[in-house]
């Protein structure tokens, strides 16, 4: 590889993550369902002849009612899992990266996402008094009324919610010193940069994870050729088209090799999983490409830390 299309090393680059990047602070969770039976776990022990506390058992509050809850569930799912594919994790908390050219499209879709949530909490409040009385017919004597908190405890907890802030820097810090360097705020200011410096070198090693992982996937699939091989999963191709999607934002560090993985990893979505579902020629010339690439990025991965 010539010098030119060697990688930026990730040193002080402070600056730059600061002008692409914003943090998020993201969260999105569900109320717990599940609550601990000790009768249950007491009267089961008796039976088995074991110690009270050998087995634990919970029970789901409001079994029969799994449909709405099961809806909540996965829009938090998959609102996890939309802000996983845009976002690069960062040290502080539970605080992620985001490229300046993904804002846009992650606050739309966050207010989706929360619009979405809303319309679900709207709902279980209307159904809270019916699934409440239909779980005491189900649970019978396990039925317990201090299981069931007030509702507005219950949508609190289904929430979907991102706070954003910018990068801070050593620069951020000012001095009111007339004409005077305080060393004390010089510290600080190196050790905010160096603080920042270690999320980004992580970020940046995170990115290429990512894409180790999926092309992984990919290849393992793409190796597939024959039917004895296995069931030919089709996943790898909308993960690999989302990173792709993504990664001119994502690559934050300006890494050139992204742009080249990018490139060659692009042909491996030249056919659709349905058109290389029967198509052993295709996948064979698309196999044999996934190998190399995929070794290419092991290596490099493998050597990010040496």
């Known amino acids: 590889m010539t010098t ?11 600056d730059l993550v600061k002008e692409r990047c914003v943090l998020v602070l993201f969260g999105a969770g569900y109320y717990n369902w599940k ?5 249950a776990e007491r009267e ?35 609102t996890r899992a939309f802000h996983y594919d845009l976002t690069l994790p960062w040290q502080h908390g539970h605080s992620a990266a985001l490229a300046n050219g993904l804002v846009p499209l992650y606050r739309e879709k966050l207010a989706s ?7 679900l909490n709207d709902q279980l409040k209307v159904e809270w008094p019916t699934m409440k009385q239909n779980a005491k017919g189900i649970l019978g004597a396990s039925f317990r009324d201090s299981d069931y908190p007030p509702i507005e405890k ?10 954003y802030q910018p990068v801070g820097t050593g620069s951020d810090i000012r001095s009111t010193l007339d004409g005077a360097e305080d060393a004390a705020l010089t510290e600080i200011r190196a050790e905010i940069n160096a603080d920042v ?4 070198n992580a ?13 992984k996937v990919a290849n393992k699939n793409l190796q597939k050729i024959n039917s004895d091989d296995g069931r030919f999963r089709t996943e790898w191709y909308d993960n690999l088209s989302s990173l792709l999607t993504s990664l001119d934002h994502l690559n934050i560090s300006d890494d050139p090799r992204m742009a080249e993985i990018k490139e060659e990893a692009e042909v491996l979505l030249k056919y659709s999983p349905e058109a290389l579902t029967d198509d052993t020629y295709h996948r064979q010339e698309l196999s044999e490409k996934a190998d190399a690439l995929f070794n290419r990025v092991s290596g490099i991965f493998g050597g990010l830390d040496k």
């Open 113 to 119: 996402f929360q619009n979405r949530m809303d319309l």
């Open 154 to 163: 219950v949508t609190k907890n289904n929430y979907i919610k991102a706070n």
């Open 44 to 78: 089961y022990s008796e039976s088995k002849g074991v110690k009270k506390d050998t087995f634990e058992t919970k029970k789901n509050i409001f079994s029969g009612a799994d449909a709405l809850l099961n809806d909540i569930k996965s829009l938090v799912n998959e």
């Open 203 to 215: 970020a940046h090693r995170a990115l290429w994870e990512r894409m180790y992982e999926v092309l």
């Open 4 to 14: 030119k299309n060697k990688p930026k090393k990730p040193e002080d680059q402070v």
């Open 197 to 200: 410096q270690l999320a980004f």
């Open 35 to 39: 609550r601990r039976d000790q009768t």
